[in-house]
């Protein structure tokens, strides 16, 4: 899509453990259109699991037995059910309307259902087959990611400093 200026824009995620990134890439959105409408995925679409593959905690557990059992007791939630995201999100001042419950993969019929012109996708899942549909129709704007950071850094930070502050060190 060329750079245009539309009536409704999309923007979908889990939106848990939100960070700046999030922050500027909403703020981005807004830019395209009149409204940004947002839309945030279920529990049951997030899966905090898949947080936990993209990088290599096994040291950091293997040290820390007590933290091992609180993941294994996180089960497959995220770290904020989806009504505190939902919550969240919606209180930013340029989101101006929350769809809850957003499919996973963001289709043309979502972008209809929801009277949007196009979506906003992050360049790291531009070639992504959850977004494959919206580019093929010529539905999406890729946002070049400014900050990189992610939730998954942050839990890994929290978790690092966890098993420092626990084995003694300084973090």
Known sequence: ?????????WVDGSFDVVHFGHIHKLRQARKYGQSLIVGVHSDEEVSIIDLFLTFDLRPVLHRDQHLLQILRNIGKHPVFNENERYRLVSGLKFVDKVV??????TTTSILDENQCNFCVIDENIANNERTEEVRRAGRCVIAKQAFKISSQDIIERVIRMHAAIHNGEDH
């Open 1 to 9: 899509m060329t750079e245009q200026w539309c009536e409704n824009i």
């Open 100 to 105: 809850e419950d957003a499919p996973y993969h």
